[in-house]
């Protein structure tokens, strides 16, 4: 009882938390609603990726965030704005139809014109399809744009605000992609075109049901992996392997696998029993771990290059220190904290302050990661100059770049063009 009154609580503190966190942002969108425009100046971090100093309403933030902002400017849809903005829709309802091909995905918004009048017309008194989707916010923002332009007499003319994302995917490895000219791995994060969009975790996840396939044909009384192989193999998806993957790259430990997984399944409710719930995470971890090294041999072996690098350099009680290929130096900040005594009449104070010696460990699992967070901020500073130059409005969020509907084909261009400049300097050697 006393657990469960625990937990309750611990759901409402959580619950009220989020609701002061919306009524923020929505104080913040009241405020300015009523201006032509404001900017969001940037802080960069160490590493060159930047972020808006705004604290509550930014497009970093949530999909309500994301769902309330628009551009102060509006562009004219035009023929390929409006292909764009049923894409849009499309890659927000997700669920799976994010990965159909571009065709597809155009199909999946015109059999669903009904429900995205219906959502646009009437938001909260009519059926509420928009609230199925991923992003129900966000949703219901091109939902409203697209009304506007198909029940206009001549929808390219309509002006619309709505910057449309073009997302990398799996964004950090396609970095180590790129840095380790793979063509396996290139192909698996869509460095190369095709003609659907490849998806990494599905590729993943099947590799992880081929392997628990394997191990399940073995004896149970022999080896406690067939069991759990034969309890896990069903539950395996691209949704129990996602975070594990994207987190691969930023040097996800195998207890961080263990725990994200744990907690996929435990949503699920299949185990019941903690115990075998550990086990069978375990389990899972390490397979899919396995199945990660198997398809990004070349990623892999990079960021072990760059770990041991890493630790060479701190065991000579040095931050490990670069340039990014823009020119912004780099320095590691993780250093030993020391305790400094102040004694008073009063009392003895203890403040904590960092000393000369720099922590081996930190600096070297944090060196992979950062290296690439570092490449990654270059990439959109790059893409941005180049934007700002052809006349395009540009938003971006880490990898995912932002432009009016009718500039995203402009920007699709300029981004892999300056992907391909940024690889085509040699990277690792400059390192």
Not at 24 to 43: Q, S, T
Not at 364 to 387: E, I, K, Q, Y
């Amino acid at each position: 009882w006393r657990w469960s009154m625990r937990s309750a609580k611990k759901e409402n503190s959580e619950r009220h938390s989020q609701r002061c966190d919306v009524e923020l942002k929505l104080a913040v969108a009241r405020k300015m609603k009523e201006e032509a425009g404001f900017y969001y100046p940037h802080n960069l971090d160490f590493r060159g990726r930047a972020y808006p100093m705004h604290p509550y309403l930014n497009h970093l933030g949530s999909d309500l965030c994301r769902g309330v902002l628009e551009f102060s400017e509006g562009r004219p849809l035009g023929e390929s704005g409006l292909r764009w903005l049923k894409i849009h829709l499309a890659n927000l309802y997700g669920g799976g139809v994010d990965k159909l091909s571009y065709d597809g995905r155009i199909a999946f918004t015109e059999n669903h014109l009904e429900d995205i009048f219906d959502s646009a017309n009437r938001p909260l008194e009519g059926k509420r399809w928009w609230l199925e989707a991923e992003d129900p916010f966000q949703c219901l923002a091109v939902c409203m744009d697209l009304n506007e332009a198909l029940r206009s007499p001549s929808p390219e003319t309509v002006i619309s605000h709505i910057p449309v994302h073009q997302d990398g995917s799996c964004n950090g490895l396609q970095h180590y992609a790129a840095l380790g000219r793979d063509k396996l791995g290139a192909v698996a994060v869509n460095l190369v075109s095709g003609e659907k969009p490849a998806d990494v975790y599905s590729g993943i996840a099947a590799r992880v049901v081929e392997i628990m396939k394997r191990d399940a044909q073995k004896d149970p009384a022999k080896d406690a992996d067939a069991a759990r192989a034969r309890l896990l193999v069903d539950q395996v998806d691209r949704k129990l392997v996602k975070q594990t993957v994207m987190t691969s790259v930023y040097g996800v430990t195998y207890v961080g696998a263990r725990e994200q997984i744990k907690r996929r399944l435990k949503e699920r409710g299949v185990i019941a029993e903690d115990s075998e719930l550990f086990g069978a995470s375990c389990y899972a971890a390490k397979v899919t771990l396995t199945a990660l090294g198997e398809m990004f041999e070349a990623a892999r072996s990079i960021m072990t290059w760059l770990g041991d690098c890493a630790k060479v350099i701190a065991c000579e009680n040095e931050p490990v220190r670069w340039t990014t290929p823009l020119g912004l130096p780099v320095v590691q900040p993780y250093r030993k904290l020391g305790r400094h005594l102040i004694k008073t009449s009063l009392q003895v104070l203890t403040l904590q302050r960092e000393t000369d010696k720099v922590m081996v460990k930190r600096q070297r699992t944090a060196f992979p990661p950062n290296f690439v967070h570092s490449l990654d901020g270059s990439h959109m500073m790059m893409t941005a100059v180049a934007c700002k130059k052809q006349g395009l409005y540009f938003a971006g969020v880490h990898d995912s770049y932002w432009t009016h509907a009718c500039d995203v084909d402009t920007m699709n261009k300029i981004l892999r063009e300056k992907f391909v400049e940024l690889y085509d300097a040699p990277i690792l050697e400059n390192v």
